[in-house]
């Protein structure tokens, strides 16, 4: 009988001990976790090219950190030229010109894996030209420092490996019209569609 209980209470240590080395491991893993972990790093951001009535040259790179399943953030930079033209029977009737070069933050709640909803402060620089060629009148906009405040929702298309597409639908809570001598804001007063992608999680 002695035996059996000494094996009891020697199964019992051993059961304890083990589970204290589990939840020192489990404890050590979570440090690990909660410390900066660059495999949550990832890079992306929006790049688009377009000739003709409208021409469009857009590079603004982004990296962010997934700092769990739910909430990622990160900056990233604006760097755009745009230009539309007004023809008539063939003919350029009126050009305006933009440039925007500025800077962002963003962050995104992801309530779904493949879809989240994103808040996207930015400061930008933005200058401009017009031009009517029937009178041949030209004028340059302003260069002004304008800031734009970017909501929307998207999709996450996984494409392969570490690779998604990322397909979004935004509006500039912020937006201002260009008038005769100042630029507006980029976005115009309206929804407007992104796609972009992402490397990493």
Known sequence: MKKIICLLLFAAFCTGVNAQDSTAVEKEAETEKKGFDKSRLFFGGNFGLSFGNYTLINISPQVGYRFNNYFAAGIGINAQYSQFRDRYNGETISRESYGVAGMNIFGRFYPI????????????YIWGKYKYY???VEYSLNGKILPSLLAGAGAVLPVGGAVNMIISAQYDLLYKASSNSNPGTPYGNRVFYSIGFNIGR
């Open 113 to 124: 894996r493949q879809g989240f909803v994103q808040l996207q402060p930015e400061m930008n």
């Open 134 to 136: 029937p009178t041949d």
